[in-house]
Each structure stands twice: as structure tokens, then as C-alpha cells.
């Protein structure tokens, strides 16, 4: 199976800073990739599919790039309500995999 | 809008059977995967499997093949996720989540709220 590698672990941003999270996969698999976001004692909400495309009602501030093993997800300017768990996700290849997270707090 | 619905916590023992459920609505149920992921605590997302409601084509991780069923009516427009069997290793959060494309290999979206269950002597 495809293995998802989340960095860093945990991610300690200002407000209003920008804040860049990475995931690897250990194959090619295209842009079908996307990014959740956890937060504490909620369910999983998605962010972004297709590697770059925003879901419905997400602000423009999260923003996904990258293709085939190298991905990553952006938040221009740090809110307060973004602290959470970010997950990325791969579904090229079967079965579907998650990275383990990234923890993202306010410094 | 779209969403998803489970059921309750459970507390079991382990040995005991169980069945959670998720139910759909306002969209053609029958027409869209639906997956279950499992969260246990502190820990991250996998994956368990999914399920097809329009004809129960199932497939499962390779994690929990043998160990859960997935299952669907389409009358009631809900999945099951059962056990025969439970484990305290069971203990975690499942999450349904629908993949919003005709194809099994897609992204999941909407999720349901949660079901926790544990599995304590």
C-alpha cells in the first residue's frame, strides 16, 4: 500500500503568519490527494480534493499544491480557529491511505 | 445538505457482538460509496472499508477483513458496521464518510459526526 509521510509532526505558527505542511506518498499518485482538517473533538471535514481544488465554504486562505509524491497544504495567514489536526489523504492507488497528521498551533 | 447521521456510543465487553449504523439523506443514497474510519485514541485515521448500497459491493482493509461486516439497506438509506466479536483494541472512534463520486477511489465528504465505542471487561 501506498504510505503517506505527514512533516513536521507539529507546526507552532503567529497569528497571521503563514503556516506550510507537507506530505510524501512513497508512489506516484497523480493529484488524487486530499487534505482534512480535525479539530478537537470534532469529525474530519475536507479541505481539499484533486490536490489544489477547495471544498464548498473553505476560505481561500488554505490553499494545496503538488503532484506525484510531493505535496503540500498552505495557510497564508494563521487564524486562531485554525489550530487542529491536518491529515492528508491518497486515493490513486488501493486501499485508500492517510499520513498520520500534523498538529498545527498558535506560537 | 447533504449528510450523514450514526448511531449512539456503545459500551461493550469484549466477546459481545455489536452493530452501529449511519444513515443518509437528501441525496440518492443507493448511488454512492460510503466508507467507514477508524480513530482510536490519540491516534490517527485508517481506513476500514466500504460499501456500495445500490448492490452491497463491499470491500474491506486488509486490517479487518474477517474481523468486521459491513453492510447496507437501502430501504432505511444506512450502512452497518458490525462485529461478531469485539476486542478491546476495538476501543476507538468510526466515523462513516461518503465518497462523493460514482468511483470507490475518491476523497470523503461529508462525514458523519462519530461513534464511539468501547470495549472494556
Known amino acids: 500500500e501506498v504510505v503517506m509521510t505527514q512533516s513536521p509532526a507539529t507546526l507552532s505558527v503567529s497569528p497571521g503568519e503563514r503556516a506550510t505542511l507537507s506530505c510524501r506518498a512513497s508512489?506516484?499518485?497523480?493529484?488524487?490527494l486530499a487534505w482534512y482538517q480535525q479539530k478537537p473533538g470534532q469529525a474530519p471535514r475536507l479541505l481539499i480534493s484533486?490536490?489544489?481544488t477547495r471544498a464548498t465554504t473553505i476560505p481561500a486562505r488554505f490553499g494545496g499544491s503538488g503532484s506525484g509524491t510531493e505535496f503540500t497544504l498552505t495557510i497564508s495567514s494563521l487564524q486562531s480557529e485554525d489550530v487542529a489536526i491536518y491529515y492528508c489523504?491518497?486515493?490513486?492507488?488501493?486501499?485508500?491511505?492517510f499520513g498520520q497528521g500534523t498538529k498545527v498551533q498558535i506560537k | 445538505e447533504v449528510q450523514l447521521v450514526q448511531s449512539g456510543a456503545e459500551v461493550k465487553e469484549p466477546g459481545d457482538s455489536l452493530k452501529i449504523s449511519c444513515q443518509g439523506s437528501?441525496?440518492?443514497?443507493?448511488?454512492?460509496?460510503i466508507a467507514w474510519v477508524r480513530q482510536r485514541p490519540g491516534e490517527g485515521l485508517e481506513w476500514v472499508g466500504v460499501?456500495?448500497?445500490?448492490?452491497?459491493?463491499?470491500r474491506h482493509g486488509a486490517s479487518f477483513q474477517g474481523h468486521v461486516t459491513i453492510s447496507a439497506d437501502k430501504s432505511l438509506n444506512t450502512v452497518y458496521l458490525q462485529w461478531s466479536n469485539l476486542r478491546a483494541s476495538d476501543t476507538a472512534m468510526y466515523y462513516c464518510?461518503?465518497?462523493?463520486?460514482?468511483?470507490?477511489?475518491?476523497?470523503?465528504?461529508?462525514w458523519g459526526q462519530g461513534t464511539l465505542v468501547t470495549v472494556s471487561s
Open positions: 464518510a461518503r465518497l462523493p463520486t460514482t468511483s470507490p477511489y475518491s476523497w470523503f465528504d461529508p
Open positions: 437528501e441525496y440518492s443514497f443507493s448511488d454512492y460509496w
Open positions: 460499501i456500495y448500497p445500490h448492490d452491497s459491493d463491499t
Open positions: 508512489q506516484s499518485i497523480s493529484s488524487n
Open positions: 484533486g490536490a489544489s
Open positions: 489523504q491518497q486515493y490513486n492507488n488501493w486501499p485508500p491511505t
